[in-house]
């Protein structure tokens, strides 16, 4: 029988029964204003994973990925409580400056959102701006490696300084963003609904290169395609009403959850 800690669907990956997680919510709750839109959220997210966040529309999932690297702190009507801890240290405590937090987070958006820059200043930009490359070949080596890594090198190679992001296609966009959330180095990636835009092939690339980040990174992803939630995630939490429900093995969760929400929303009954 599968442990709580073995991805089903990939018998190479390593069990993570040992690991300390990298990521800890506890007792997380949120307002905007008076509305409460996260209740007593928990959950850990583990080295090399990735985490899936399925649910109906408007239960807190995009709530919960944007506390994750503190995207909520200029917004003056949201309030927060409970505790976010990176390696044991409290993202939220005083001392941490957000714009270093965030640089160990890579945030993909589900609209592909380059900046209207070339290729090259896309990727380079993270790297630049927050010292990470010391010579002009350190970037030139970094900018490729990224966009290797975002299987679209290949695709863009000969028009890096020619060609702006904006004018790639949707598919190739969504990959250029991947190389630039990739860019600054992060340990986690946090996608929210990346291939909610673009089409069926492009979004095998994209579900292919989850697969292949997640040796060196930890992945928190929003779908709303629960095939895409069976292809990719190790685990999978299920939201409801602001609340996580529950959260397990991937095959566990689409096979024998725990609440009856759960399974009427997996068996597509609302959504
Ligand atoms: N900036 C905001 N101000 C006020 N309420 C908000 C704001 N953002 C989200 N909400 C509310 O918080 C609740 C949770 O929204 P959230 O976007 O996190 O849900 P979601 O599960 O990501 O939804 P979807 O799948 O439709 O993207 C919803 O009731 C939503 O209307």
Redesign the pocket.
């Given at each position: 029988m599968l442990d709580e800690f073995t991805a089903p669907n990939t018998p190479t990956h390593p069990p993570r029964s040992n690991r300390a997680p990298i990521l800890s919510v506890r007792d997380l709750n949120l307002w905007?204003?008076e509305?409460q839109?996260l209740e007593d959220v928990n959950f850990d997210l583990f080295p090399s994973e990735i985490l899936a966040f399925i649910?109906?529309?408007?239960?807190?999932?995009?709530?919960?990925l944007k506390c994750l690297n503190r995207m909520h702190d200029d917004?003056r009507?949201v309030h927060c409580t409970g505790t976010i801890t990176l390696h044991g240290e409290d993202i939220r405590a005083p001392w941490v400056d957000p714009p270093m937090l965030r640089r160990r987070f890579g945030w993909v958006a589900q609209k592909p959102n380059p900046f209207p820059a070339t290729i090259w200043d896309n990727v380079a930009y993270g790297p630049r701006i927050h010292g990470l490359m010391r010579t002009h070949a350190d970037m030139e080596a970094h900018v490729e490696d990224c966009l290797r890594r975002a299987h679209l090198w290949d695709e863009v190679k000969d028009e890096l300084h020619t060609k702006d992001g904006t004018d790639l296609s949707g598919g190739q966009q969504q990959r250029l963003c991947i190389a630039r959330a990739l860019s600054t180095q992060p340990e986690i990636l946090l996608m929210d609904?990346p291939t909610g835009s673009i089409d069926p092939i492009a979004t095998a690339k994209v579900e292919e290169l989850m697969l292949t980040l997640r040796p060196d990174h930890s992945v928190v992803v929003?779908t709303?395609s629960m095939n895409e939630a069976r292809r990719v995630a190790d685990r999978v939490a299920y939201?409801h009403l602001?609340r996580l429900l529950e959260i397990g093995p991937t095959e566990q969760i689409f096979t024998a959850p725990s609440h009856e929400e759960t399974r009427r929303f997996i068996a597509g009954e609302f959504g």
């Open positions: 905007y204003d509305k839109a649910g109906p529309s408007g239960c807190g999932k995009s709530t919960a917004v009507s609904e929003i709303h939201f602001g």
